[in-house]
């Protein structure tokens, strides 16, 4: 199977014949309730991506395979990062997690999914919806929990994967690599882990004879370090991360001036985690993240420091009926920033100078939240409320309740209603509030706003979903030696109102006195934000068919469009399995209706295409391979229409054709 499109779309025919025995397969899922339970048990509806999916629709990081999860919108931002859409939030509302703890500080705003290795990664879990209540700020829109891999055994492997941008490489030669190295072994009575991967990417060019370059040369590194080990009853876990990030793109000449002006973008990224968990009795987890970075124009370099510190502990008890969950967070975020050049008196002797923009920033919040699960029968109750108190905003609350109703007793023909309605808040980020991205140089500037106000939204939602086979869908009479394709399908309808939704806007009367184009961040009065989610999944035999729909409608309080979200999406994809133990897997997306911004004058392109093939064969129990092409039709923006000031929804991409080898080691 490729992704699940409901709560209970991992059970193949095979599944559910053991389940009814007593050997339940199905998958666990712990983001819509911070507890295990089995995915078709979530009051809250959850996608998941497992490890072995992820390797098969990316190339190394999350971004790619993100783009592939039904209502999922993944977004290329002006740094040349990803960024991700859901529901009509974008990323400085959607909380991306590791383990059930968040990335990288808000201070940052949305965290950069192109900086997500999926090595090491059992599994993804996207929920959908407002989520302040067990995830706090950032979580209006929803949450991405990445899971890593627990390691049960002495392992290694070894995987490299080659790429080329057909039609748009720079040079004619340049080749992509991707180098990933996985290994395992019980170390003392440790379980220790070492991931590491390296993914050198040359960009590619639109435009052979201008300056400019389309999309940058890239140069990543991550490696993970861990030791596990379960003493009788309570696990300890110790994790290490390092990510750097390299980017260089040519971006244009100054006239009378020598040299080439370039963007650069230079990163790295140190986490430490730990945790102590008793079952599913207990569990304390910490995380120390520092964020360094040097990015900008080469003629307008900025460094900024961003770190953070989180201390979450959770304790689960059963009183009578009610299973409750109660916990309580700690969390520091700090931000410097500071533009980098030389001073005036100092230029003979080299003394680097700067002008610091944001100083030693920090702001400390406190939260603790409940939620209390009621089961009568196949349904379930949920409700639960967060209090939050911020050094800088005081006190925030969110309260929401979930119920998920069984409309059918058949497990082979399972029905299932979820309904949900509740507050959700946002925190303003320190980026948001003191933010000098000073491009005098280049025409603009944005600013940060010191008197931001939260955000907060009151959101509902409605799925009804459909689990069994087509035959007991359309009443047809079972017989012995027939087996009819089993279908999954999903309803599922979205409604928010937001109040102080925080956006940039432009400041048309400073822009009239400077002569430069500045925006601000401001908070808008009111945003509502609705739309409906289908998706239907057939599986038969070797073949596994998905086809969704998302339709959304964002407007501000005055009727206008909101930018930068498609109205229309959708999604489809076929996975065949061949004989030989061959896979093979064509995915399409297709996306339209987005609106232009205010500082747009009008329409290039307002719809987008994107044909993905890939196939890939296990040969024995050591070798693998795999090969595709990404963007058949080559699909992507046209550099003169965003130059001009038009709207282009295609997506800085460009062919890819590519091929790579696995081996196991042991």
Do not use: C
Request: no cysteine; aromatic share 8%.
């Amino acid at each position: 199977m490729l992704l699940s499109t409901s709560a209970v779309g991992q059970l193949n025919q095979d599944q559910m014949t053991q389940e009814t025995a007593g050997s339940p397969l199905e998958t666990l899922v712990v983001t819509g309730t911070r507890t295990e339970l089995a995915q078709s048990r979530s009051p809250i509806s959850i996608d998941v991506i497992t490890g072995a999916q992820l390797q098969q629709v990316s190339h190394g990081t999350l971004a790619s395979a993100l783009n592939y999860i039904p209502g999922v919108v993944t977004k290329r931002n002006a740094k040349d990062g990803y960024t991700v859409q859901m529901q009509g939030f974008d990323g400085d509302h959607v909380l991306v997690l590791v383990n059930s703890q968040p990335l990288i500080a808000p201070t940052g705003a949305s965290a950069d999914l192109d900086q997500i290795s999926v090595l090491n990664i059992e599994r993804i879990e996207v929920l959908r919806g407002a989520a302040s209540v067990l995830y706090g700020s950032s979580a209006m829109g929803g949450v991405i929990n990445v899971i890593t891999r627990k390691a049960e055994k002495n392992s290694a492997k070894f995987r490299y994967q080659a790429s080329n941008y057909t039609q748009n490489s720079i040079d004619s030669g340049d080749v992509a690599g991707l180098y990933q190295l996985d290994v395992n072994q019980m170390i003392l009575g440790w379980q220790g882990s070492l991931s590491a991967q390296k993914i050198d990417d040359p960009g590619f060019d639109y435009d052979k004879n201008t300056l400019a370059q389309s999309a940058p040369t890239t140069d990543k590194k991550f490696v993970n370090l861990g030791l596990a080990r379960t003493f009788g009853e309570v696990n300890f876990s110790l994790k290490s991360r390092y990510f750097s990030d390299d980017k260089i793109k040519l971006r244009y000449a100054i006239p009378g001036q020598s040299g080439d002006i370039s963007y650069l973008s230079n990163v790295h990224q140190w986490q430490q985690d730990f945790g102590v968990s008793k079952n599913q009795l207990w569990k304390i987890q910490g995380r120390v993240l520092q964020h360094d970075e040097t990015s900008g124009d080469s003629n307008g370099l900025r460094d900024a420091e961003i770190k953070l510190a989180e201390l979450d502990g959770q304790y689960q008890w059963q009183l009578n009926e009610v299973t409750l969950i109660s916990g309580l967070v700690l969390h520091r975020d700090e931000l410097y920033q500071m533009k980098q050049g030389v001073s005036v008196s100092d230029t003979d002797i080299g003394v680097s100078d700067g002008t610091v923009e944001i100083a030693d920033k920090g702001r400390n919040s406190i939260e603790g939240y409940t939620q209390g699960s009621w089961q009568v029968a196949e349904h379930e109750l949920v409700a639960g409320t967060r209090v939050q108190y911020d050094s800088d905003f005081g006190w925030h609350s969110a309260t929401r309740v979930n119920g998920l109703f069984a409309l059918s007793d058949d497990k082979h023909d399972l029905w299932q209603l979820r309904v949900g309605a509740g507050q959700s808040y946002r925190v303003p980020t320190l980026k948001e509030r003191f933010y000098v991205f000073d491009h005098s140089n280049l025409g603009y500037m944005v600013l940060g706003n010191e008197s931001l106000d939260p955000e907060t939204a009151l959101s509902a939602n409605l799925e009804i979903s459909y689990h069994g086979t087509v035959a007991k869908l359309l009443a047809f009479k079972h017989t012995s030696n027939v087996h009819f394709p089993r279908l999954s399908l999903r309803a599922n309808a979205h409604y928010s109102k937001a109040k102080d939704f925080i956006n940039t806007v432009t400041d048309v009367d400073a822009s009239a006195q400077t002569g430069l184009l500045i925006s601000q961040y401001e908070n808008v009065d009111k945003t509502y934000i609705k739309g409906v989610d289908l998706s239907a999944k057939l599986s038969w035999s070797k073949i596994d068919y998905q086809l969704s729909y998302s339709y959304l409608h964002a407007t501000d309080g005055s009727g206008a469009y909101l930018s930068d979200r498609p109205t229309h999406q959708i999604k489809s994809n076929i996975n065949w399995q061949l004989p030989l133990d061959i896979n093979a897997l064509a995915y399409v997306v297709y996306e339209a209706g987005e609106h232009p911004s205010s500082t747009q004058t009008g329409i290039e392109k307002d719809n987008w295409l994107s044909v993905n093939l890939s196939v890939n064969q296990h040969i024995n129990d050591q070798w693998q391979w795999n090969a595709g092409i990404d963007n058949l039709f080559d699909e992507h923006q046209e550099s003169e229409a965003i130059s001009s000031g038009l709207l282009d929804v295609r997506p800085l991409a460009s062919r890819r054709v590519f091929a790579g080898v696995t081996y196991q080691f042991y």
